[in-house]
């Protein structure tokens, strides 16, 4: 079997339906695969689109019922046929190539051990009036933004690693690499953090090359509530805490009060200026203090 799809989801039966009729959509054909539906222990309706859609897609739905991501993450990589495992989120849409891309990357790119796409938001009702630059770098993990342009070429070194919502793994790195880690991300209702990221830094640094796949496009939907003032700061407390778990950051001694209540006065003070942007990243920013003092 040429790929297996991973999608996990928790409790967003209608996201999910969208994303798989748009996957539907975008099927190559003659192209051997299967889409693991991960059901991370849902309480709505998800068995039932997931099951509407196994006449369309090569579907397996399989139950996880250990709530996060990591777990759900995991149960992929336990049952995955393909000779690369793909993943993908609830809440995108895809080209319609954004398969045939990737497929042809897979086999083009043997070298490589992983492979990210293009990610970019997509705003249902148009983009806020708050945003004036996409390139604020707390915003850009917010909305899943992650553009290296349309070229395909290999990963540097200096690269960012790609989100969640498009990667692929050979079967030889997952090998090598081991499980996603438990103790991060998404876990139910608690927006974690940094599964992926800790998983591709382990990849990165054991020296296995990547590749990025510039025209494997997809568009994240943009949910309003994500960039409303608790959400953002709930955010930056996940965000902290997997900072300080991964090592990747350290609390400053002492100060991460003074600095979260600096951030707060810096949001204000954005929020003066007209830059609803900024403010949100003040507001991520005094979420990351907490949670690296929490930790």
């Known amino acids: 079997?040429?790929?297996?799809?991973?999608?996990?989801?928790?409790?967003?039966s209608a996201m999910l339906q969208r994303a798989l009729a748009s996957l539907a959509a975008c099927q190559e054909p003659g192209c051997e695969w299967e889409l693991l539906l991960i059901d991370n222990n849902?309480?709505?309706?998800?068995?039932?689109?997931?099951?509407s859609f196994e006449g369309r897609l090569p579907l397996r739905y399989i139950f996880e019922p250990t709530q996060g991501l990591s777990a759900a993450r995991n149960r992929a990589v336990a049952e995955f046929a393909g000779e690369v495992l793909l993943f993908t989120d609830d809440d995108l849409a895809f080209d319609d190539d954004w398969?045939?891309?990737?497929?042809?990357?897979?086999?083009?790119?043997?070298?490589a051990g992983w492979f990210g796409g293009r990610v970019r938001p997509f705003w249902p009702h148009g983009t806020p009036?708050?945003?004036?630059?996409?390139?604020?770098?707390l915003l850009t993990g917010l909305m899943v933004r992650f553009d290296l342009g349309d070229e395909s070429r290999a990963f540097a070194a200096h690269d960012p690693s790609p989100f969640g919502a498009s990667f692929?793994?050979?079967?030889?790195?997952?090998?090598?690499t081991g499980e996603f880690r438990h103790d991060l991300g998404v876990k139910?209702?608690?927006p974690g953090r940094g599964e992926e990221a800790e998983y591709l830094a382990r990849v990165r640094a054991a020296?296995?090359?990547?590749?990025?796949?510039?025209?494997?496009?997809?568009?994240?939907?943009?949910?309003?509530?994500?960039?409303?003032?608790?959400?953002?700061?709930?955010?930056?407390?996940?965000?902290?805490?997997t900072e300080r778990r991964t090592g990747t950051a350290?609390?400053?001694?002492?100060?991460?009060?003074?600095?979260?209540?600096?951030?707060?006065?810096?949001?204000?003070?954005?929020?003066?200026?007209g830059r609803g942007d900024r403010a949100r990243q003040c507001v991520i920013n005094m979420g990351i203090m907490r949670g690296l003092r929490e930790g």
């Open 250 to 273: 350290r609390p400053p001694a002492g100060a991460t009060r003074l600095r979260e209540a600096a951030f707060a006065l810096k949001a204000a003070v954005q929020m003066g200026k």
């Open 42 to 51: 849902s309480s709505d309706n998800t068995r039932a689109v997931a099951t």
């Open 168 to 176: 692929a793994l050979r079967r030889s790195t997952i090998g090598s």
């Open 207 to 241: 020296g296995v090359p990547g590749h990025y796949v510039g025209q494997a496009s997809a568009w994240h939907w943009q949910d309003p509530e994500r960039f409303r003032w608790p959400y953002l700061y709930r955010y930056g407390v996940q965000k902290g805490i």
């Open 1 to 12: 079997m040429k790929f297996s799809l991973a999608l996990c989801t928790y409790n967003r």
């Open 129 to 137: 009036r708050w945003l004036h630059d996409e390139n604020l770098a």
């Open 188 to 190: 139910g209702a608690v």
């Open 99 to 111: 398969l045939r891309v990737y497929t042809q990357a897979f086999d083009a790119q043997r070298e």
